[in-house]
């Protein structure tokens, strides 16, 4: 009995210190954890589509940006969109280098507009800057946007001062196509911005409560509303890489802008379908009265086929008019997920 007392108090300073270092770790854990739970998360979004040769670049920028920024917590969001190089592989090791690097890994490419929504699903931050892979969205913008969040506003948006590197028929087409937009629809959409903005948490769950599967996300940041703000940038060009974004592309995606906010084509359809009509009434009138009075004959072949492949024409566009809004109708009515995981970290 005597053996068991004295091989414990000569154990017991043994026990003591090490009892001492494991709660000054928990402390200063404590301590740390307390620390970051008080300050602000901010998750950076980037969408990745065969971006690997951009993403080293990208990483050091915004390494530099959340080092400078400490007073923020950090999350870098990158979903991988189905891409076809190596830049799931990339992500995975810049996961492994820093933690505050997250992944989702869709099962293929949904398209940018899909891989956003599983952004704003999976983003934990209190707010969310979106930007691209290819740094054409300077980083040193995020600041900027960070001190106008602070003042309040709920959704700053990045305009574009230039374009980069883009053709004048394709800068000329964008604006007109903007401009139409503006007029035909009863939500303000603004005019050079992009997706390069910051939302706050009550965007995010706004816009996550949008499921359709046809999707025009810069329209949608108009249609929930919120406090806005602008800031202006200069739009760099790719470091690396070639946008996925060829004509076709852009064309289907101005199509789902139009049919997703405005029914103006329908109404268009129904307006050149009353004008024919009239047009066609006249100028049967007009036949009648001069065979009656003047004994003209009626005009032959030419001005049948001429009447008849007009009016065809007209026709056929009013249906593909009535067949877009109806695609999205047969699309929405599946009632299919937006986008398929296959693979997530740290989120």
Same mark, same amino acid.
């Given at each position: 009995?005597?053996?068991?007392?004295?091989?414990?108090?000569?154990?017991?300073?043994?026990?003591?210190?090490?009892?001492?270092?494991?709660?000054?770790?928990?402390?200063?854990?404590?301590?740390?954890?307390?620390?970051?739970?008080?300050?602000?998360?901010?998750?950076?979004?980037?969408?990745?589509?065969?971006?690997?040769?951009?993403?080293?670049?990208?990483?050091?920028?915004?390494?530099?940006?959340? %080092?400078?920024?400490?007073?923020?917590?950090?999350?870098?969001?990158?979903?991988?969109?189905?891409?076809?190089?190596? #830049?799931?592989?990339?992500?995975?090791?810049?996961?492994?280098?820093?933690?505050?690097?997250?992944?989702? %890994?869709?099962?293929?490419?949904?398209?940018?507009?899909?891989?956003?929504?599983? +952004?704003?699903?999976?983003?934990?931050?209190?707010?969310?800057?979106?930007?691209?892979?290819?740094?054409?969205?300077?980083?040193?913008?995020?600041?900027?946007?960070?001190?106008?969040?602070?003042?309040?506003?709920?959704?700053?948006?990045?305009?574009?001062?230039?374009? +980069?590197? $883009?053709?004048?028929?394709?800068?000329?087409? /964008?604006?007109?196509?903007?401009?139409?937009?503006?007029?035909?629809?009863?939500?303000?959409?603004?005019?050079?911005?992009?997706? @390069?903005?910051?939302?706050?948490?009550?965007?995010?769950?706004?816009?996550?409560?949008?499921? $359709?599967?046809?999707?025009? /996300?810069?329209?949608?940041?108009?249609?929930?509303?919120?406090?806005?703000?602008?800031?202006?940038?200069?739009?760099?060009?790719?470091?690396?890489?070639?946008?996925?974004?060829? @004509?076709?592309?852009?064309?289907?995606?101005?199509?789902?802008?139009? #049919?997703?906010? /405005?029914?103006?084509?329908?109404?268009?359809?129904?307006?050149?379908?009353?004008?024919?009509?009239?047009?066609?009434?006249?100028?049967?009138?007009?036949?009648?009265?001069? #065979?009656?009075?003047?004994?003209?004959?009626?005009?032959?072949?030419?001005?049948?086929? #001429?009447?008849?492949?007009?009016?065809?024409?007209?026709?056929?566009?009013?249906? +593909?008019?009535?067949?877009?809004?109806?695609?999205?109708?047969?699309?929405?009515?599946?009632?299919?997920?937006?986008?398929?995981?296959?693979?997530?970290?740290?989120?």
């Amino acid at each position: 009995m005597g053996m068991q007392k004295y091989e414990f108090y000569a154990l017991s300073p043994y026990i003591f210190v090490k009892k001492c270092r494991i709660t000054k770790k928990m402390s200063t854990f404590a301590v740390s954890l307390s620390v970051k739970r008080n300050m602000k998360k901010v998750t950076i979004l980037v969408p990745c589509f065969n971006e690997e040769a951009s993403l080293p670049a990208l990483y050091e920028a915004l390494k530099e940006l959340m %080092d400078t920024h400490s007073s923020y917590d950090w999350e870098v969001l990158m979903v991988n969109d189905g891409s076809r190089d190596n #830049t799931i592989n990339v992500i995975r090791q810049l996961r492994k280098n820093d933690e505050r690097i997250c992944y989702v %890994d869709l099962s293929r490419n949904f398209g940018k507009e899909n891989a956003m929504l599983a +952004g704003f699903d999976y983003a934990t931050g209190d707010c969310m800057v979106i930007m691209d892979a290819d740094l054409q969205h300077p980083p040193h913008v995020i600041p900027e946007m960070l001190k106008y969040w602070e003042e309040g506003y709920e959704d700053v948006y990045a305009k574009r001062i230039t374009r +980069g590197k $883009e053709s004048w028929l394709r800068k000329r087409t /964008t604006l007109l196509y903007y401009h139409l937009l503006q007029k035909t629809t009863r939500v303000e959409i603004l005019e050079n911005v992009g997706d @390069f903005r910051l939302l706050d948490r009550k965007c995010i769950d706004a816009l996550k409560q949008l499921r $359709e599967t046809q999707r025009y /996300t810069k329209g949608m940041y108009c249609w929930v509303g919120f406090k806005k703000h602008e800031v202006l940038f200069e739009q760099g060009d790719r470091i690396a890489g070639e946008s996925s974004f060829n @004509f076709t592309r852009l064309l289907g995606l101005a199509m789902d802008g139009i #049919t997703s906010f /405005t029914t103006a084509p329908l109404r268009l359809a129904t307006v050149l379908g009353l004008i024919v009509s009239l047009v066609a009434f006249s100028f049967m009138c007009y036949v009648l009265v001069t #065979t009656l009075i003047w004994g003209d004959p009626v005009q032959g072949y030419p001005t049948m086929m #001429t009447v008849i492949l007009f009016l065809g024409g007209v026709q056929l566009l009013s249906l +593909g008019i009535i067949g877009e809004y109806l695609g999205r109708i047969f699309h929405e009515t599946k009632n299919r997920p937006v986008y398929l995981v296959r693979e997530s970290a740290g989120v």
